[in-house]
């Protein structure tokens, strides 16, 4: 007997056969739980190791237990070899009782149900899909291993056992053979795609259950859900098509259904549908590689996917429905239909003991699907399919539960009665709630240390520490997988994007280094000699450290003497810990002036601010509030460095339709003003005392900031310019030879004679039409000539709109877009509600780190190159994103392509280097490394995916999509890739089963959700009341977003603060996004960046209403306050600590909206309840996961 690679010696093991069988032959086989007791699970437990599921190289075989990250494959394919990991309950406790076994343990014989003895010795081919069943008891040989939360991945990360998630095995639903789905004609477009209420009740009838039938060996699963036309599926991998025959059976009243005794805190069974014991259920690996000889008989690692897919029993009606116990959906389980009417335990999941009350007739189930009927084709050796745990319940008749299934026993051929419609349960599909939970909780704890190549973060919901080892922070940089495929044929077949979103001037935590700043003195930076990238961690010194081979391009390089340092034993510098461009993935080095324009140092910045002083702007105060905040704001312009004040210099323009500009010369007693009223040629009349520094003009600015409200404040004119006022900023900073940033506050259409006038085109009748791609693109080019001007120039445009009617944003915006600058939009501004939103975005926008005058270059390793860009910046070639300024908030989304192939030890590198001016007048390149894995298995690749990561890069694909596209061909885009994404990963990757149950990638099970959101999004399915403006403005803002950003925006952050503890730090437990989840008696707040919902209830206490808003009733509670009042108890404190923590936590200042049930501002609220149905027409999420698994199953088919 022979040990495969990397594992023990295993037992020898034939299949496992009940205790009646070995009491009829007079002999124990190795295996019998009956027999043997928990001395196999003993056995089992006490292993140390296991064996890997991973690419079937003997390599891989054996790793340390920290590894893959908890966000693996569902159903921890790559988890099921080792041993040693018991079964956990709630709390990780142990089961009393519950044996260790992949698949379900014995529940003792059914009466009236002969169980008929297996062949004996080990399977090694794959069933038919006639195969006779297991016994229903089917234990585990003694010698296999136990379900294990280790995987078999390629990379070890560091973070110890406690770490790492408890993966969950996956769940294939059965397919049976002799149902076919309900037709219903293909719905005309994508708004309707949610079923109409007896489509709704058809499609859950095959969600909710399926029946098992006799069949003739060679029929297949039924084309599973009745939600599209009932078409016949061809083999996609030779194992799905459909079958006609449309009949339901009952289990009859001797089998019973399988008792409800296992919560969801338990691993489901991982044995898959129609697997034999000796080909493993998934490895991780394409089917294609689920036969390996390495693997030993028997070994059978779970699946690697979330299954969504019919419950486990078909009911009769009349029928009594035996209670069940929900709890929330973990990891690698399939999605089954529930009872509607079951209570949401999402915030505190039951206990196993009310699971396991009342006497059993056996061990309990863990999932197991009750007792199968008697096999059609006994003559054939094989597995009957099994419901491998489900995201519902499993139900069954215990002795305190209500009787089986009346009715006689009918094993096949007689249509049974069909069930009554049942809706699925949205607990039953995957929560994002429950995801990001479970990632704070496995890996909130422990420092992300990024020494390892190719390692997934912690999601961006979780907060985490960062040890920059040799690759950069995930703040920096996130890329959709991890690890990249070999090939660009590998790459098209999974269409998952590769791309990385890249945020090189973040904000870091307080606890964490900001990026040394490496000095090499006048000869500057180590670069290669041939692609120019600079020296990093990966580069590898030969030849005693002379030289240097570049890890981007191979070219071999010679060290400069200076540079000059020998190799230790292992082949590093002996200086590589001193030499943050050695050991570090983010550092800085200081440029020389070959790195500067016209090999000249550059001026510090200089920041200049540009007020609309039309009768609009000066009528509602915002004139004078803006000169107000100025005269303190500038104490706090961004100093860069350790300077003692900072270097910006500042001027002042107001405008409306002539321009006026201010000398503020520190010598002057008051402040000049000098109008230029040929717009058509503008030019700068003063040089000398425009731009100047604070500290020495202050009294000059501090009066004439006095001034200017004075002056206009019988102003009648109502129009206004605007590309001439932008002019006019570039050509200042022209003139002082500096970059800088304009900062322009205007409120309406420059509708006034000059360059970039513009009429009123806003037309909502080109909504849904081919011409409504125009809406989002400018009417005139000037505007584009315009921001190459300021490019050039390192000219960063922020625009502060506050509009009363169409402002046409798509053409305002394009400068302020294309150099790389911020637009903030307050529509209808009023100072009582908006002051504080206006002021705290103003103070934010002029205080944070800018680089300026920015080139942004991406390097790859040989094989990637990345070959398109997504932000707010401007390229004139194909390689260099150029930005006039770039803050600390703005990202940059690159994506790769492969032109050559890519090696597996080798793995991918990139390097972003960013050359930018600081604010205090320094030249600066900022450098980031990242190497990441590379794989020939398409389950690697998915299995190092980040879903929040892809959703940013699709929404922005999407979004610059409708400039050039009709919407509708976006949206169906985006749904055909992701359905083609999950179809790959089904038929490559997932275990066979049936063509009705959807199987996600553990990684990827929130795609659907996610991509919903995006789907239903302002700018891809507007409601009748969102603006044109509002659609450009929220396009440019979701286009510089980084991956925090718009996981918030897509699906907003949903807390109840009637369950806040006003004595703990921590946040209430979040809910999901739906109506439903909301209850009359509770206050609920819910944030999405741009806004902050606040939702009571009518049935709240008195008390809550008294102690929040300071008013003694419901009625008296006001729509229109922006800041909730400053009360003196502990409800008040700890919310309004809340907000300011959320707040703290966004790029902007979120407006505060106080929305009482069944008033106006509820449509608005429900808007953001992403889980519904749209007013607009956006689907469910249960309805759209129907669509999806649709569109999946056309695609295999």
């Not at 190791?49 to 054996?62: D, E, F, L, Q």
């Not at 990360?157 to 969950?168: D, H, K, L, T």
């Not at 599909?429 to 496995?442: A, H, Y």
């Not at 200076?562 to 082949?571: C, P, S």
């Amino acid at each position: 007997m022979t040990s495969m690679p990397g594992s023990e010696m295993r037992k020898p093991r034939g299949l496992p056969r009940s205790h009646d069988a070995c009491a009829t032959s007079g002999f124990c086989r190795v295996g019998c739980r009956g027999c043997q007791g928990l001395a196999a699970n003993a056995d089992v437990a006490e292993r140390p190791g296991g064996t890997s599921g991973g690419s079937g190289r003997p390599g891989n075989r054996k790793r340390g237990p920290a590894r893959e990250r908890s966000r693996g494959s569902s159903g921890v394919s790559d988890r099921a070899g080792a041993a040693g990991v018991r079964l956990p309950g709630y709390g990780g406790q142990q089961m009393p009782g519950v044996p260790h076994s992949q698949y379900g343990v014995y529940n003792g014989p059914v009466p009236g149900h002969q169980q008929p003895a297996p062949p004996q010795g080990p399977l090694r081919t794959p069933p038919t899909s006639g195969a006779p069943p297991p016994t229903s008891g089917a234990p585990l040989p003694v010698g296999q291993p136990a379900y294990n939360q280790f995987g078999q991945g390629d990379v070890q990360n560091g973070i110890p056992a406690s770490a790492v998630q408890m993966q969950r095995p996956s769940v294939s639903q059965p397919f049976i053979p002799g149902s076919t789905p309900t037709s219903i004609s293909q719905l005309s477009s994508f708004q309707q795609y949610g079923p109409s209420p007896t489509s709704a009740q058809q499609l859950t009838n095959h969600m909710a259950r399926m029946t098992i039938g006799s069949v003739p060996t060679s029929a297949a699963p039924p084309a599973g859900l009745g939600y599209g036309p009932s078409t016949s599926v061809s083999p996609a991998s030779g194992s799905f098509t459909a079958t006609g025959s449309g009949l339901y059976t009952p289990y009859s009243s001797s089998q019973g259904p399988p008792p409800a005794s296992m919560t969801h805190g338990l691993p489901p069974t991982s044995l898959s549908q129609g697997v034999p014991l000796a080909q493993p259920a998934f490895s991780g690996l394409p089917l294609s590689m689920q036969r390996l000889p390495s693997q030993g008989p028997g070994y059978a690692p779970p699946p690697s996917s979330t299954g969504i897919g019919p419950s486990n029993y078909p009911s009769t009606t009349g029928a009594p429905r035996p209670s069940t116990m929900q709890s929330p959906p973990l990891s690698g389980q399939a999605l089954a239909g529930l009872p509607a009417s079951q209570p949401n335990h999402l915030s505190s999941p039951p206990p196993p003991q009310q699971a396991m009350s009342g006497p059993h007739p056996g061990p309990p189930m863990t999932g197991l699907q009750g007792p199968p009927p008697p096999p059609t084709h006994p003559s054939q050796p094989g597995y009957q399919i099994q419901q491998n745990g489900s995201f519902g319940q499993v139900r069954g008749s215990q002795p305190n539960y209500g009787g089986a299934y009346p009715g006689t026993p009918n094993y096949g051929s007689q249509p049974g009665p069909p069930p009554p419609p049942k809706r699925l349960d949205p607990d039953s599909i995957p929560s994002p709630i429950q995801v990001i939970e479970d990632d704070r909780n496995n890996r909130g704890s422990e420092p992300f240390v990024t020494g390892v190549r190719g390692q997934v973060p912690p999601l961006v919901t979780t907060n985490f520490l960062v040890k920059d080892q040799g690759n950069t922070s995930p703040r920096y940089i996130r890329c959709t997988s991890y690890n990249i495929p070999c090939t660009s044929d590998m790459a098209k077949q999974s269409q998952v994007p590769l791309a990385a979103v890249i945020k090189p001037l973040a904000t870091l935590p307080t606890e964490e280094t900001p990026p040394y700043l490496v000095d090499h003195g006048e000869s500057g930076p180590i670069r290669c000699n041939r692609c120019k990238a600079y020296m990093c961690p990966f580069m590898q010194f030969i030849e005693g450290g002379r030289r240097f081979q570049c890890c981007f391009c191979s070219c071999v390089t010679e060290v400069p003497p200076h540079y000059f340092q020998h190799l230790d034993h292992t082949g590093k510098r002996v200086d590589f810990y001193d030499r943050p461009e050695l050991s570090l993935g983010s550092y800085e080095f200081l440029a020389t002036v070959d790195y500067c324009k016209n090999n000249k140092f550059p001026n510090p910045p200089a920041f200049i601010f540009m007020i609309d002083v039309s009768y609009n702007a000066v009528k509602s105060g915002l004139v004078r509030l803006i000169c107000e905040e100025l005269k303190s704001l500038l104490d706090y312009l961004p100093r860069g460095g350790n300077l003692e004040e900072s270097a910006i210099r500042v001027g002042f323009v107001t405008y409306n339709k002539v321009l006026h500009f201010y000398n503020v010369k520190s010598s002057l007693a008051q402040p000049q003003m000098m109008v230029v009223s040929d717009v058509a040629d503008m030019f700068v009349p003063l040089l000398d005392g425009f731009l100047v520094n604070v500290n020495e003009s202050r009294t000059v600015i501090a009066s004439l900031l006095d001034q200017i409200p004075e002056m206009f404040a019988d102003t009648r004119e109502t129009e206004t310019v605007f590309a001439p006022v932008i002019q006019a900023g570039l050509d200042a900073l022209k003139a002082a030879e500096c970059a800088g940033k304009l900062f322009i506050f205007h409120t309406s259409l420059p509708i006034a004679e000059a360059p970039g006038k513009l009429k009123n085109r806003d037309d909502k009748k080109l909504i849904n039409t081919d011409k409504e791609k125009t809406l989002f693109q400018p009417q005139t080019n000037f505007y584009n000539n315009l921001a190459k001007d300021c490019v050039a120039q390192g000219c960063c445009v922020d625009l502060f709109l506050f509009p009363n009617q169409y402002l046409d944003v798509a053409t305002l915006g394009v400068v302020t877009y294309q150099t790389g600058g911020s637009i903030y939009k307050y529509t209808y501004f009023q100072l009582e509600t908006d002051q504080e939103r206006f002021l705290n975005d103003l103070r934010r926008d002029v205080q944070k780190e800018v680089g300026f005058d920015a080139v942004m270059r991406v390097r790859t390793s040989t094989g990637i190159r990345a070959t398109d860009f997504f932000g707010a910046f401007y390229m004139s070639n194909t390689t260099d994103v150029e930005l006039a300024g770039l803050d600390c908030d703005k990202t940059i989304t690159v994506e790769f392509k492969h032109d050559d192939k890519l090696s597996e030890d080798s793995g991918a590198l990139l390097q972003c280097a960013l050359l930018y001016t600081s604010s205090a007048g320094q030249r600066r390149l900022r450098i980031h490394n990242l190497s990441l894995n590379c794989c020939t298995q398409l389950a690697d690749l998915y299995r190092n995916c980040e879903t929040d990561t892809l959703i940013n890069y699709l929404a922005k694909y999407a979004y610059r999509g409708v400039l050039n596209n009709p919407v509708k061909t976006v949206r169906d885009a985006l749904i055909n890739q992701c359905a083609q994404i999950l179809a790959c990963y089904r038929k490559n990757c997932a275990s066979p089963s049936s063509a009705g149950q959807l199987i996600l990638p553990e990684c990827m099970k929130l795609l659907p959700v996610y991509l919903n959101c995006v789907l239903k999004s302002d700018v891809l399915q507007p409601g009748p009341e969102v603006s044109t403006d509002d659609r450009a403005y929220i396009r440019q803002l979701v286009t510089s977003m980084d991956v925090a950003e718009t996981n918030v925006f897509f699906y907003p952050r949903l807390l109840p603060l009637t369950k806040v503890d006003v004595d703990s730090d921590a946040l209430p437990a979040a809910i999901r996004n739906s109506e439903e989840r909301l209850s009359k008696g509770d206050m609920y707040l819910l944030e999405n960046g741009l806004n902050i919902f606040v939702w009571v209830g009518v049935n709240v206490q008195q008390g809550l209403i008294q102690n929040l808003f300071g008013v003694s009733s419901f009625s008296q509670i006001s729509n229109t306050m922006s800041t909730l009042p400053i009360l003196e108890n502990p409800f008040s404190k700890k919310v309004r600590s809340i907000m300011d923590m959320l707040q703290a936590q966004r790029s902007r200042y979120m407006k505060l909206i106080i929305v009482k049930q069944e008033d106006k501002f509820e449509m608005l609220f429900k808007h953001f309840l992403v889980e519904d149905k749209s007013m607009s027409g956006g689907a469910s999420y249960v309805d759209f996961l129907c669509h999806m698994h649709k569109e999946i199953r056309q695609l295999l088919s």
